[in-house]
């Protein structure tokens, strides 16, 4: 069973950084009412991660969806950082993310992936988010924007721990699928060279956008089509937050191979940008509403 046949209601998922205080500190209220939204507008599939405010996007994703039947969703989580009991004074460093979830809990956060550190992270999170089970497990950050010149030895300790538990856990059917969780193109396209492990997908984020797009077409998506992986598609949704005055509108249209997305490229490079001629390229377009 592929990812996409796993999806109750689609493709369109919820992403739940800022639900950790990611940038500023957000109320509870405003928090449970930002999934309820997403929930009364058909998202089925939530993505979620120990590193998102110290484990607190976890409780308050965990909170809202304990109102729901289990089987009723899809659910995502991350491993690769361990949230402590320890309490720290002083907000932590993350990469070049600095300081962006500041406003979260302040238990330390360490990394750890290696197999026993990705069974620990589990565990942590089926505590925080109150469930019995998790669909997929995305191993998080292995990259350069955290880690620097540092990243490759970060990727080799999860290539030999954190992979291999992870498939094993997926052969088991504890989970249904297991990949990446990064911001960065390389250590996706190491991951698809690998052959101990059988990865099932991953989350690349902004890395097929407008501004930035050339590794993802040029080198990551024949790499994965090469792979097997199925049709690349892109969607347009418009959400508007609950509690704030603002509209989040997102554009796109569908690549159904590489000589297609080639194509979008070049149209891109014609078509004028703007909220009623959207461009074929997927990308954020956000307009401030007037306060109350």
């Not at 990812?3 to 109750?8: A, F, H, K, P, S």
């Not at 493709?11 to 930002?34: K, S, V």
């Not at 607190?56 to 949230?83: F, M, P, W």
């Amino acid at each position: 069973m592929t990812i996409r046949e796993t999806l109750v209601n689609g493709p369109l998922g919820f992403g739940t950084a800022p639900l950790g205080n990611m940038f500023r500190d957000i109320p509870d209220d405003e928090a449970d009412a930002t999934v309820e939204a997403a929930w009364e507008a058909g998202t089925r599939f939530f993505d979620t991660a120990p590193f998102y405010g110290a484990g607190l996007a976890e409780i308050r994703l965990g909170k809202n969806l304990s109102r729901r039947q289990r089987d009723d969703y899809v659910l995502s989580t991350k491993v690769g950082r361990i949230i402590l009991d320890e309490v720290i004074t002083g907000p932590q460093e993350f990469g070049d993310k600095g300081t962006l979830f500041q406003y979260g809990r302040k238990n330390k956060v360490i990394f750890d992936y290696s197999a026993d550190g990705t069974k620990r992270s589990i565990e942590g999170s089926l505590k925080r988010l109150g469930v019995d089970r998790l669909d997929f497990v995305w191993i998080h950050d292995i990259a350069q924007d955290f880690y620097g010149d540092e990243w490759l030895a970060m990727f080799e300790a999860a290539r030999t721990g954190a992979m291999k538990a992870l498939d094993k856990l997926r052969d088991e059917g504890v989970i249904k699928g297991w990949g990446l969780g990064v911001n960065k193109v390389e250590p996706v396209e190491i991951m698809l060279g690998l052959s101990e492990v059988r990865p099932s997908g991953t989350l690349l984020a902004g890395r097929y956008t407008l501004l930035d797009h050339d590794y993802a077409l040029q080198r990551l998506m024949p790499k994965a089509q090469e792979k097997g992986c199925p049709n690349c598609r892109w969607r347009t949704v418009q959400f508007r937050h609950p509690c704030r005055r603002s509209a989040f509108r997102i554009f796109g249209g569908t690549a159904r191979n590489c000589d297609k997305g080639r194509e979008n490229q070049r149209r891109r490079q014609r078509d004028t940008m703007s909220p009623s001629n959207p461009p074929p390229f997927s990308f954020a377009w956000r307009t401030q509403l007037p306060p109350r």
